[in-house]
């Protein structure tokens, strides 16, 4: 039976350090994260997801975003190398983690770098953003690895936010949802829904027409409910401080065997 297993990373005493790109720096409350990550975690359990943690890289402190370390591919664990040189020894638990699972794991390797928050898969289409974390050579690395295993593997450009899923992510159907003013080239993508909010683009699939949204977006909500899709929220405020989404605060296994 497919797996419902998701990676978290409990944040690090030193979030408020965290990176900042495309946004001013606000003052992070570490307290409120910890609390808000909890919520985040106990909405995935309670949507059927097995929540494994990933040890704690207490001196990294964008550690809590742990998709950037780590791109799944059927069973295939791609261990990133991430564009920001501060966030490259979350790797490492990372790493341990997913063999203890019994992934089969691959590494991007210098001069490559990747963020998993630039990996969009959609069915077997597998987009990558090619923006200020992930280089060409990062690309053509994650192309090697999962071509082989059946990925069509679709390159866009991104420039006006962090990685590829701060402007896009698809829908259980695989329509790709994205707020207009933040998505280079929205004709790249053969189904795409504009939603009014920037956080209304991320939308994490919790199964069925179940979504995991940002309570920062609720015009969007109310737009993809009317759709048919129930969406639970989640208040991630203070990860949005730090370029944060829903997205990148946990990693999801769906396609290991017991
Ligand atoms: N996949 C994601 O959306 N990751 C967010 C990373 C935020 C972190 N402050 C960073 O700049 O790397």
Same mark, same amino acid.
């Given at each position: ?5 998701? *990676? ?6 030193? *979030? $408020?350090?965290?990176? +900042? ?20 975690? &106990? ?19 964008? @550690? ?25 020894? &979350? ?56 071509? #082989? ?6 390159? +866009? ?19 790709? +949802? ?8 929205? @004709? ?5 829904? @504009?939603? #009014? ?10 199964? $069925? ?6 309570? @920062? ?6 737009? *993809? ?34």
């Amino acid at each position: 039976m497919p797996s419902k297993k998701a *990676l978290v990373r409990r944040p690090s005493p030193r *979030l $408020a350090e965290g990176l +900042v790109t495309h946004i001013e720096r606000e003052k992070v409350d570490v307290d409120r994260a910890v609390e808000q990550w909890e919520a985040y975690v &106990e909405a995935l359990r309670t949507h059927g997801w097995e929540t494994i943690e990933v040890e704690p890289a207490d001196d990294c402190p964008d @550690s809590v975003f742990v998709e950037d370390t780590v791109v799944m591919y059927r069973n295939v664990a791609l261990i990133t190398r991430p564009g920001a040189e501060s966030r490259r020894e &979350e790797t490492a638990g990372v790493e341990e983690a997913v063999a203890r699972l019994g992934c089969s794991v691959n590494w991007i390797w210098e001069p490559g770098t990747l963020d998993g928050g630039d990996v969009l898969k959609v069915g077997e289409t597998v987009y990558v953003g090619r923006g200020g974390r992930t280089n060409a050579a990062g690309v053509q690395q994650l192309r090697a690895a999962f071509e #082989p295993l059946g990925a069509r593997v679709v390159a +866009v450009p991104v420039s006006k936010v962090l990685h590829l899923k701060s402007a896009v992510t698809a829908l259980p159907d695989g329509t790709v +949802v994205g707020h207009i003013p933040k998505v280079d080239r929205p @004709s790249l993508f053969p189904g795409f829904l @504009s939603v #009014p909010e920037e956080s209304g683009a991320h939308v994490v699939l919790l199964g $069925a027409h179940k979504l995991l949204m940002a309570a @920062s977006a609720p015009q969007t909500a109310e737009l *993809l409910t009317d759709l048919g899709h129930e969406v639970v929220t989640v208040d991630i405020g203070e990860f949005e401080k730090l370029e944060g989404c829903v997205t990148c605060l946990s990693v999801r296994l769906r396609e290991l065997y017991a």
